[in-house]
């Protein structure tokens, strides 16, 4: 049974809990839009991140990846989950970029991705398998020549 498996229900809570809390430190003067991200380890760590909007929109950091640059600089490199929140009436799944940088560390891990209402209650909850996110990630592959 692989670990992403063996994720728990109160996991699952717990990372969304942690996504909800990263959600109200993102920076997002421009958009508005404010992300939160939470990343569930082997060892059952969780490392978060939110979005971090920069005027050229370019430089903008997404949440996902905040909460990988996290994982990494806190010397982990196995995530078994993710949890996105976002505001609105659904949730929001990760970015292209942001779906094939998660691909690099767990082609197959759970993401939960939930929505909140201005008051920061919880309004929607799914989930899905980043595989279904990305059928088709990008993989690198060295070919003889």
Do not use: W
């Not at 229900?9 to 717990?14: E, G, P, S, W």
């Not at 993102?26 to 404010?34: D, E, Q, V, W």
């Not at 996105?84 to 929001?92: D, K, L, N």
């Amino acid at each position: 049974m692989s670990a992403a498996a063996r994720v728990s229900a109160a996991d699952l809570d717990r990372l969304v809990a942690s996504a909800q809390a990263a959600r109200a430190n993102a920076y997002a003067p421009y958009s508005h839009y404010r992300v939160g991200a939470a990343l569930l380890t082997q060892d059952r760590r969780i490392f978060t991140g939110c979005n971090v909007e920069n005027a050229t929109y370019g430089a903008t950091m997404c949440a996902e990846r905040s909460a990988v640059a996290a994982m990494i600089s806190g010397g982990q490199k196995v995530p078994v989950a993710c949890a996105v929140v976002t505001q609105g009436r659904e949730p929001a799944a990760p970015c292209g970029i942001c779906r094939q940088v998660l691909v690099e560390f767990a082609p197959d891990m759970r993401i939960v991705l939930a929505s909140e209402d201005a008051r920061g209650r919880l309004v929607a909850r799914e989930t899905a398998r980043l595989s279904a996110l990305l059928p088709h990630a990008f993989r690198f592959r060295v070919h003889p020549v």
